[in-house]
């Protein structure tokens, strides 16, 4: 891998197959909960498998500015590992300066819960990626419970929170699945009197709900509802996160398209709510597979294995299920571009909201391999084709967007020729050894 510019590297094709056992880095979403549930209880969280990374980065810098004390150490294996101790009771402090949460948009829309509770002025920003990102969304049910955001009437950043002492509970049907949405109302919930509670119209992630409980709250978790019970003041707890499934879901992918690979993934969450990019790859025909082989809290995690798949095949991916796999998109999507036949990803209007317009990306990145896919209305359509032949000197913008730095950089080592991509520093947000993970499986 050679860089050319600052911004840009050339990603040269596998020396061979990719063979052997690996690990990826910390959970980002469980290790983003892990430091702001430890920031806002009362005593020390031992924290372990932390994800070291911009986004969770801006996390802990974050709720440093808020009054906790964060003791993490860089471990042999890359992760953060130490104590954290909360401001608890007390509350947070009142930051000198606005909360820069970098390209996070899960630390801009957690805080905004965490601090709902606090009569304290909180101004949020981030970079310019983050300030064209809906927030909106947050606000809004966090007004209704007594929150104030100004300006009034703002869509993203930079915004100033001003909490109460006095919120009251809500009872909330989301128009979307979203975690970090729902996540922001129970953390709410926790500073109200009574029962908060999140119905969406399909299951997202519940990292939260199944987290809490180990801090002291008392929560309920179905498959579309969650629940929290107020007022509750978190303690403090022990933390593992396991392996990302989404930086996982790179390696994997990777295997199926790479002849003759065979990889084994240890310790990865297995959650239901985030192992759906597994269950369609299996519907394509992948060889992937999954073996639970332990807990972390409330959380399974366990090793999946997947193998080079010659014959892949389309299938359709229903609006339910979305959620269960929204970050590993523009990957699968790459798959199904080797697929027979058309595979189809329902209601994937989120993509427009990433870190970038992730929709329009993926269409634009496949069209450069020769590769027709476009989308009706929400749905995103890809028509494979099972003997694709890269063309040569590729050049892929990653609109600075990790998750389509990492799919087009795969594009580059499974194919024949060396690929070039802009920004690809922006994996640094989640998987920082991505390129290190992937040449030590080369046999």
């Known amino acids: 891998m050679n860089a050319i510019a600052p911004d840009e ?4 094709p596998l020396a061979g197959p990719l063979l052997g056992t690996t690990s990826v880095p910390g959970d980002k979403s469980i290790s983003h909960r892990s430091v702001l549930f430890s920031a806002m209880a009362e005593g020390t969280s031992q924290v372990s498998g932390v994800l070291d990374s911009g986004d969770v980065r801006s996390s802990i810098a974050a709720v440093q500015q808020l009054g906790a004390q964060v003791a993490l150490e860089k471990q042999v294996d890359g992760s953060l590992a130490g104590g954290i101790t909360g401001w608890g009771s007390a509350g947070p402090t009142q930051p000198t300066r606005a909360l820069d949460c970098g390209n996070s948009g899960t630390t801009t829309r957690l805080l905004m819960g965490v601090l709902a509770p606090w009569d304290i002025a909180v101004t949020l920003d981030g970079d310019d990626s983050l300030r064209r990102r809906p927030m909106r ?21 930079p915004v100033t929170e001003k909490g109460s002492r006095h919120l009251k509970a809500l009872s909330y049907d ?17 500073g109200a009197e009574g029962e908060t509670r999140v119905c969406e119209p399909a299951a997202s992630r519940n990292h939260t709900e199944l987290m809490l409980p180990q801090f002291g709250a008392q929560t309920t978790a179905g498959e579309r509802t969650a629940s929290v019970i107020g007022p509750c003041q978190l ?54 597979s999954i073996t639970r082989t332990g807990m972390s809290g409330k959380e399974p995690y366990g090793i999946i294995e997947a193998r080079w798949t010659e014959d892949l095949r389309g299938c359709e991916i229903p609006a339910d299920k979305i959620a269960s796999l929204v970050d590993e998109i523009p990957v699968l999507a790459l798959v199904a571009a080797h697929a027979h036949g058309i595979t189809v990803f329902r209601q994937v209007s989120e993509l427009k909201v990433k870190e970038s317009n992730r929709l329009a990306a993926v269409i634009e990145g496949l069209g450069r391999l020769g590769v027709d896919a476009w989308n009706e209305g929400d749905d995103l359509y890809i028509e494979g084709q099972p003997s694709l032949q890269y063309p040569c000197d590729l050049v892929f913008d990653s609109h600075h967007d990790h998750r389509l730095a990492m799919t087009w950089a795969l594009v580059g080592l499974t194919g024949p020729n060396p690929v070039t991509v802009t920004g690809f520093d922006s994996v640094k947000i989640s998987y920082p050894g991505f390129l290190a993970s992937m040449e030590g499986l080369v046999r």
């Open 9 to 12: 590297l050339v990603i040269e």
């Open 137 to 157: 969304r947050i606000y809004a049910p966090l007004m209704k419970m007594g929150v104030t955001f100004t300006p009034a009437g703002s869509e993203g950043l």
């Open 174 to 190: 989301s128009p979307m699945a979203s975690a970090q949405l729902k996540t922001a109302l129970l953390l709410a919930g926790l």
């Open 235 to 288: 303690t403090a707890s022990e933390v593992h996160v396991p392996g990302d499934p989404s930086s996982a879901a790179f390696i994997v992918c990777a295997a199926v398209l790479a002849r003759d690979s065979a990889v084994q993934i240890e310790g990865v969450s297995l959650n239901p709510a985030r192992i759906g990019f597994t269950r369609t790859l299996e519907r394509m025909g992948a060889d992937v």
